[in-house]
């Protein structure tokens, strides 16, 4: 088979568009062969010679060929390493020692193609195509104590990290911590990445490069188990340490000579893993938040690189001013989308710490940003999606007449809003303003209780979408999470508590279950997950515990259904 995939194609097959050939079939057998896991143990002698059949195949003019190539790759790198994701989103790995010792011809071929292709300059697809595998399998590698097999491979690979091509830069210098054996080359590599950043250099590829790396050997060796590498790079944690000092010191020089976006946003990120403090400087926050700043405009043609710069830049920020309203109002109403959904997504993940000072500033910056017509519509969709865990959260209360006239907004909104995803948040975040206005107005704001309980009904049948099913779900959730702690009529509770009960028969799981969460949270009051189905049982108990006319509500309620068949309306009764 492996003679046939390598012969040349035939004369009168030679037609770029023809699928039909000897070398294709040839292919697909072999890779069968090593998908077959009867045929694991035996197929595992042939790893080398199928690797070296796959990256010569990269560069065949045949598309029929080169397409099996890639699906030859994949299948070998499953069989190797699986395809489950691990820690730090790093693939399962392979040491390098047992990998290069088992499949020792391997080791000659990568070596010979990444020098080849070097000394051609990696400037023409086909050598890229070449070298883009051998770099894959190469960052799959855990570095191995001791094993010096692989010092050739760095001045090679330190080559690659200058490459034109992004996505080359990137699997190279993802492929470095796998050959590093020792805490001393460790701190010697990184040396010499950070010696690359100089205001000398106009070789952005290999600043952006060695970025990379550095980025990536921090991330891998704190991936790692083995003493060895924890201590390796529990060093660069420590305040007053020579490498992490010497990352730092390029701060001025990153920020302010160099000239190009994608190498600040790496660096960002490096200094975001490196969690860097005042410890480190007590003029570093000042200096990052000052660049920020005169950065923080929109230039005269949109630059995406910078707006992800200043979005890495903004979290770390975050991290250094925990609590700034300057911060929070210049992030939230940036003129750019990235820095805005940053600030979103960050108070998101840490709501439960937010005191209740921020909470008011975020809630009042939330609807500046709501109101303003140049917000793209994504932004002011996860706005609003924020704007709902706000006011739940908030301990402190709008005036009634303030939270009628938000209500009114966003009904209005709701109505004249055109964009699919916007009105679904809107109808999220309706529920939690009424909750608020019923808890403190009372009858008084029935009428519009009953025109959202009217709009949300509407979008609970299975004929709906998901995606409109869980806003109207949320849009309950969101009522209920504050009317069953402060609210006082006992039918409202009973009626959305209802609501959200029947979405337990939902389809979709993902439904189900936060109509399981927040029952068992608010309604059952116990702890930890309960599946949907267990969670309707022990809601029927709950119910028998209602009286006589509450019962009555639930019983004229037609669309009720159970998921467990067994169970009837009269059972309750």
Known sequence: LVEIAKAPVEEQNA???NVNLPQVNAFNC????????????????????A????????ASP????????????????????????????????????????????????????????VAKGLENQTEIEKVFPILTIMSRLEPTTSYKGLDAFIPIMLQILESRTWKVREMAARSIPSM?????????????????????SRDFNRMHGSLLAIREMILKFQALSSDESSETVDKLFEHGNITRSAILSKLTLVLNQINCYPIKHVYFQVLAILDVSEADSSALSETLLQWFNTENVIASKLDGSKQLALRELSTLLFRLYPVSSQLIS??????????????????E????????????????NVWKLLE???????????????????????????????????????????????????????????????????????????????????????????????????????????????YSQYGDDEKIKFQIMSYIFEFLMDDDESISNIASRHLNRYILTTEGDVLPVITEKLMVEHYCSFNTELLELLVSNERLNFFDRSVKLCDLV
């Open 15 to 17: 037609d770029m568009d």
């Open 30 to 49: 072999i890779k069968t062969i090593f998908v077959d896991a009867a045929l694991s143990e035996e197929s595992i002698h042939y790893v080398d010679e």
């Open 51 to 58: 690797f070296a059949l796959t990256l010569n195949s990269f």
């Open 62 to 117: 045949f598309w029929a060929i080169r397409n099996c190539a890639v699906m030859m790759f994949t299948a070998l790198q499953n069989s190797l390493f699986s395809s489950k994701k691990v820690k730090a989103n790093y693939l399962p790995s392979y040491s390098a020692r047992r990998f290069f010792e088992k499949f020792d011809s391997i080791h000659g071929l990568f070596l010979s193609s990444l020098q080849e292709s």
């Open 180 to 200: 590093i054996d020792n805490s001393d080359k460790f701190s010697t590599i990184i040396g010499y990445l950070i010696d690359n950043i100089s205001e000398d």
């Open 330 to 347: 210049c992030t939230l109403l940036s003129p750019l989308y990235e820095v805005q959904l940053s600030c979103i997504e960050h108070h």
């Open 349 to 364: 993940l840490i709501l439960e710490s937010l005191p209740t000072a921020t909470i008011s500033l975020l809630i009042e």
């Open 372 to 482: 303003s017509e140049t917000v793209w519509v994504h932004v002011r969709s996860q706005a609003l999606k924020l704007l709902t865990k706000l006011i739940v959260a908030s301990s402190e209360v709008d005036s009634d007449e303030k939270l009628e006239v938000y209500t009114t907004k966003l009904m209005k909104m709701l109505e004249i809003n055109g964009n699919y995803d916007l009105r679904l948040s809107i109808v999220e975040a309706v529920g939690s303003y009424i909750a608020r206005l019923m808890i403190h107005g009372g009858a008084k704001h029935l009428a519009l209780y009953n025109h959202w309980v009217a709009k949300v009904e509407g979008m609970f049948g299975d004929n709906e979408e998901v995606v409109v099913r869980v806003a109207a779900l949320k849009s309950m959730v969101a009522f209920n999470e504050l």
